[in-house]
């Protein structure tokens, strides 16, 4: 089955650092732009991050010089590394693949990230 | 950056209605703008891409049409189902912006 897990989430202090994963089954993640977008409670979609296949990476000015997004080949996996996180980046985070036309066409189920003290 | 706009922001509507959302960009961006449909606790569902191509699987009710900078999405005969919130996206230049959301409730 083709499909995104997301794991990792869950309760973190402000400036503490969190990765999250999202697996891939059924397609190769080396094979495809991969990103990740968030959903602040309350709020829209927000696109945070970029991989492209070559490897070089785009994020959102949010988030730019805190997160990191990779991938791990071998593993089929895409991460989000996150830190010195702040309350704002409070939010459920998903992975989602990039088809043609840039469009996010397999979304991941999300996980939640709490930034509180 | 380019900015994405959608109206109305909320839209009451029943059971069979016809709906439309419209979405417009900051600037032109071809045919590079997308729909999708959200549910609490889900993940986002795509539905048209490129504009006007509905996704495999997507209900015919729903279509796009647009391009440039003016989109707009609908809905015939909408179902149970169909109540959501809806975002555009446009993936013309990073950052990938999404419009702000059209929440489609009961009437």
């Known amino acids: 089955e083709v499909q995104l897990v997301v794991s990792g989430g869950g309760l973190i202090q402000p400036e503490g650092s969190l990765r999250l994963s999202c697996a891939a089954s059924g397609f190769s993640v080396s094979d495809n732009d991969m990103n990740w977008v968030r959903q602040a409670p309350g709020k829209g979609l927000e696109w945070v991050s970029f991989?492209?296949?070559?490897?070089?990476?785009n994020d959102a000015d949010s988030v730019k010089g805190r997160f990191t997004i990779s991938r791990d080949d071998s593993k089929n996996t895409l991460y989000l590394q996150m830190n010195s996180l702040r309350h704002e980046d409070t939010a459920v985070y998903y992975c989602?693949?990039?088809?043609?036309?840039?469009?996010?066409?397999?979304w991941g189920q999300g996980a939640l990230v709490t930034v509180s003290s | 950056d380019i900015q994405m706009t959608q109206s109305p922001s909320n839209l009451s509507a029943s059971v069979g209605d016809r709906v439309s959302i419209t979405c417009r960009a900051s600037q032109i961006i071809s045919k590079y703008l997308h729909w999708y449909q959200h549910k609490p606790g889900k993940a986002p569902k795509l539905l048209v891409y490129a504009a006007s191509t509905l996704q495999s699987g997507v209900p015919s009710r729903f279509s796009g049409s647009g391009s440039g900078a003016d989109f707009t999405l609908t809905i015939n005969s909408l179902q149970p189902e169909d109540f959501a919130t809806y975002y555009c996206?446009?993936?013309?230049?990073?950052?990938?912006?999404f419009g702000p959301g059209t929440k489609v409730d009961i009437k």
């Open positions: 989602a693949r990039m088809a043609m036309f840039g469009v996010l066409d397999l």
């Open positions: 991989i492209y296949t070559g490897g070089s990476t």
């Open positions: 996206q446009q993936s013309y230049s990073t950052p990938f912006t």
